[in-house]
């Protein structure tokens, strides 16, 4: 049996979806559950962020997660395929009515990502003060607590609602199927049969 992590939420569903077509059988978790055992696969309800902690422990076999993420935790587990959904861009986000100053000795910016924003700065040699958030963090520029974000812009409404306009895109992401490193190994066959049909089933 393989046992994948879910993102909470809408690619959880839209990955449940897969599997009812490739399988022509119903997944769906009920309302509050958090394991959902049918047709011989596990799969766990959790937050986004966690995913990749239940991949890389092997609690889960799979998961599915956003590259932003997988790319922001830099957890040992094997990125086997793009799933296409959920598409967005991490970017850079500053006030409507300024620019970028690349010159200012370090730039102060509030995100969630830290190791994305370090790692951007670091690439481009700008120094950066990165302020840590979990969330809202449109925020931050409004009221003087940093001088940009790094954020996920999806529609670009949430930046736009809140004045601000994308400065710079850092990457793309989407949600990618990942898997364990011993998992692959041990249960390969499992594992690439499910790729194949997923895989298949996204070419349809
Ligand atoms: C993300 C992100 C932005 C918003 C962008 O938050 O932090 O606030 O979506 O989407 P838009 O460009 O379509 O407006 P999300 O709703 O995923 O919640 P989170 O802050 O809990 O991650």
Known sequence: ????????????????????????????????????????????????????????????????????VITEQELDVIDLLDLKLGKCKVSIGIKEDEILDWNKPDIKVATK????????????????????LYGSIELAPLVGLADAIVDIVETGATMRENGLKVAEDIMESSAHLIANTHSFYAKKGDILSLYDKIRLALAK
């Open 113 to 132: 990502m830290v190791n994305i924003t370090k790692n951007y700065f670091a690439k481009k040699a700008v120094g950066v003060e990165v302020i840590k």
């Open 1 to 68: 049996m393989l046992t994948i992590a879910l993102p909470k939420g809408r690619i959880a569903q839209e990955t449940l979806e897969i599997f009812s077509k490739i399988f022509d059988a119903d997944f769906s978790f009920d309302s509050r559950k958090l394991i959902l055992e049918a047709h011989g696969f596990r799969f766990l309800n959790v937050r986004n962020q966690d995913v990749p902690t239940y991949v890389a422990h092997g609690a889960a076999d799979l998961g599915v997660v956003g590259l932003d």
